[in-house]
Structures are given as C-alpha cells and as structure tokens.
C-alpha cells in the first residue's frame, strides 16, 4: 500500500474540537523520513521557536546538539540509540540531542525546572517543524551515559530526548512490518476526565 | 500611561525572523489580568492541546488541578504562592496546577521523562491559550510541600509549575512599580549560538 504524505496526515490527525491550533491537532509522531535535507533556513525557524520559550527565571536551560546525516554529530547521536528506534531513525536528515542546564546561571542554585523547560522548548520546536511541514520523532529510548561520554555534556547537564526531524517518507520503505502499522495507525489519548482536575481524582467539568 | 493589549502585545513580540508561528512569537508571560471569566469551552481548548502531546511510550503522565477564581481548588493553589507572585495572580481568573506520574502507567517503572512530557504539555496549553487570545504566566515560585499536602498528591507524582490563564488586563492596576515595567518590557533571549550546538561548546553554523 503506497500512502502520500497528506493521506497520512489524515491518519494521523487528532480527534478534537474545533478551535485547537492545526498545528497542534496536526502533529504527530512519524518514523518513515524522506531522503530529503532540511534546509539551515527551516532549521533557524525550528530553534527559533524553541528559543522563544518561557523559563523559570528565564533562564533558558536547554540545549540542542544538532546533527545533520553524514556529520560526526549524527554519527555519535545515532550511535547512542536503542535497537528499536535504529530500525528508522537513521534515515532522518536531522538527529537532535536535548540538554538541560541542571542548575540556574545566575546564583548556581538547583533548577528544578530544567526538565520540565527542556520539554517546553522542545515542543515548540516539534510544533514549529510540524507548520514548516517537517515530521519529527522524540525518543526516549538512547543510552544515556554514552551520549553523555560522546560529547562530553557536563554532569549539572541533564539529558533530554533525542529527535529525528525531516520531511515525511513512504511508511512501506519501513523495514518492520510493525513500523508500518504504527504509521498508519489513529493517535489515541486518554479523556480530559482522566487529567484535568478539580481534586486529586475528581474531574472538572467542563461541559 | 495606559496601553492596550495591542499595544502590549506589540511590545512584547518576539524579534524573530519570518516563518515563526505567530502564536510562538507572540506568547508572552503576563502578569496584568482582566476582570474577566474563561469560558469552559476555552479551558477545554487549551487542555485539548495539552491532551495531544507527545509523551515517552504515550504515556500522557500530565495531571492539571484547574481552580477558577471563588472556588476552593482556586483558594489553595493561591495559598502556595511565593510572596512575589501572590502580588500579582490573584486577579487571574485561572490557576492550574500541574504534576506528572514518576511511574509509568504500563509497567510500574520510573519514567525519567515525566517533567519533560509535562512542560510539554503545559508549553501546547499555553501556546494554545495565546491562539484563543489568552495570557498564560508559568511559576516555579510556590510552596511545593504546601500543594502536595492541600490537594494529597501522591509521592510518585512530580510538581510542575502553577500556572496563570486569563485574558490581558490594564498594566497599571498591577500595585508594584516594578511589575507594572516588567509588563511592558520587550522580552529577551540568548542567541541560537548558545545553545544550537554541533559539539558541546561549539556552535552549529545555520548560515
């Protein structure tokens, strides 16, 4: 079955009201990537948008190695996935490493938020790929300690998500056929009810 | 001097280059909240696009406690504010107070990316809250013992940040001087090459 990329994002479009930014409803989790460079212009506006994040103190923790495929950079990131995430994630153009500055560059103190920062800005900068008409992909499933020994990141750094960026390829050029089926298949979520709260496991309403 | 939101939105956009999502751009932390509700059809919106993040294994560990102004969960989110934000955030018709599960849902095991796939979430409500015409303010600054015993969250759920909904409202009502220029400061950040990096320490040259 050959899928072009608008019907996949038909797939692959949430399930919500009207009124949620397309981008938003838009965006989703591919792992079939297109032999396709993406260009330093679009690069500049992804990390644009990751830079315009707010931040406790604005302090602005994150950090982002950046490989492009065939660099030393890509090498090393991609060295570091696990088995599953290395069946597609290296046709991806672009392979990035989040970092987050584990304590506050004005007074040295712990930041507990940098975390939490470094998935904010990371999330704009998947929205912004998404309304570019990038795809991208973050992956919890790398080891860790060797990133860390690769490029030497600092101890008071902690380690976010690696995420494949580049533009949607065809879902059959996938290897496994499990792969396949997962992008092909609907995003699901669990109801508001089940998060958002009034009380600690009541629900508010919001009919 | 009184400002409009147009005018203080003016001030505080984003000095990015073209092709930034609008609603990255323009997404600002105010302080200066109108005298006026958030309908619930617009909470719904804004955790619709919390809802559709991505999370490790899909895992959506967010949790947000929702208090409107009047209610109880309202009066104990405020209760927990750092003095510097109790200033300001009682005018704001919403606080939510956000938490994630240390725990994955599937298996028991901890989930490194908890806070990470929160300040995501919480990074597409906001930015979804700013689509709708909203002001959002994110705070590290409350008493997080405090809101675990008032609401009894669980050990195995981490604390995000509270944070501030409303619509803008007049920066001189704010009752401190210096709230009132942090209303109406441009917004700044570090450039790219500081944390767009191909080695650790050295920057990725994006033309």
């Known amino acids: 079955m050959t899928l072009s990329a608008i019907e996949i994002d038909h797939l692959k479009q949430a399930h919500t ?3 949620v930014l397309p981008v938003i409803a838009g965006r989703w989790s591919a792992r079939s ?3 396709r460079e993406v ?3 679009d690069l500049a506006k992804v990390f644009e948008a990751a830079r315009w994040s707010a931040s406790a103190y604005n302090d602005q923790p994150w950090r982002f190695l950046v490989g492009r495929r065939g660099s030393s950079t890509y090498k090393k990131i991609f060295s570091t996935l696990g088995g599953f995430n290395r069946d597609w994630a290296g046709v991806a153009p672009v392979l990035i490493l989040g970092a ?8 040295g103190s712990a ?3 940098a975390l939490y920062d470094l998935g904010a800005a990371a999330a704009a900068l998947t929205l912004q790929a998404s309304a570019l008409g990038l795809r991208s992909h973050s992956m919890a499933g790398f080891d860790h300690a060797a990133a860390r020994q690769l490029f030497q990141i600092p101890d008071d750094y902690h380690l976010g998500a690696v995420i494949a960026l580049g533009y949607q390829g065809e879902p059959s050029a996938l ?3 499990n792969l396949i089926a997962l992008e092909t298949t609907p995003r699901t979520r669990k109801p508001l009810s089940e998060f958002v709260l009034e009380e600690w496991g009541t629900s508010v309403d919001l009919g």
Do not use: K, L, M
Not at 100 to 107: D, E, G, L
């Open 17 to 19: 009201i009207e009124g």
């Open 33 to 35: 990537f297109a032999d």
């Open 39 to 41: 260009s330093p212009a």
């Open 100 to 107: 987050a500055s584990a304590t506050f560059s004005h007074n």
């Open 111 to 113: 930041n507990a938020y």
């Open 175 to 177: 290897v496994q056929e």
